[in-house]
């Protein structure tokens, strides 16, 4: 599965983006999506994730009712909303699927895509 992300740009704080995640074959309705993010300096982290039939989410405390994540499967894309960024969401974001929603959680994931940047100026 080849994933690819759009959507990140520079933005001011409290503004908001949509990344989206599109995913080249139709098997993306058996995967369960991810997004996660790299700061300079720091670890990658599992922002968001859904399960493959959209029904199971996850997010990281941090953006907990600021961030959104969604998917069309007839369209082979995942969605992240994300409102209220602060400077802290500055990063790399990565979009990832998984087989399996246990190593998902772990962001131990099956597929790549390449990241897209997202800066918050404060």
């Known amino acids: 599965v080849q994933l690819q992300a759009s959507g990140g740009g520079l933005v001011q704080a409290g503004g908001s983006l949509r990344l989206s995640c599109a995913a080249s074959?139709?098997?993306?309705?058996?995967?369960?999506m991810a997004w996660l993010r790299q700061a300079p300096g720091k670890e990658r982290e599992l922002v968001a994730a859904?399960?493959?039939?959209?029904?199971?989410?996850y997010y990281t405390e941090s953006v907990k009712g600021r961030f959104t994540i969604s998917r069309k499967n007839r369209d082979n894309t995942v969605y992240l909303q994300m409102n209220s960024l602060k400077a802290e969401d500055t990063a790399v974001y990565y979009c990832?699927?998984?087989?399996?929603?246990?190593?998902?959680?772990?962001?131990?994931?099956?597929?790549w895509g390449q990241g897209t940047l997202v800066t918050v100026s404060s």
């Open positions: 990832a699927a998984g087989s399996n929603w246990g190593r998902t959680r772990r962001s131990e994931l099956d597929y």
């Open positions: 074959e139709s098997t993306f309705s058996r995967y369960n």
């Open positions: 859904i399960g493959a039939g959209g029904a199971i989410t």
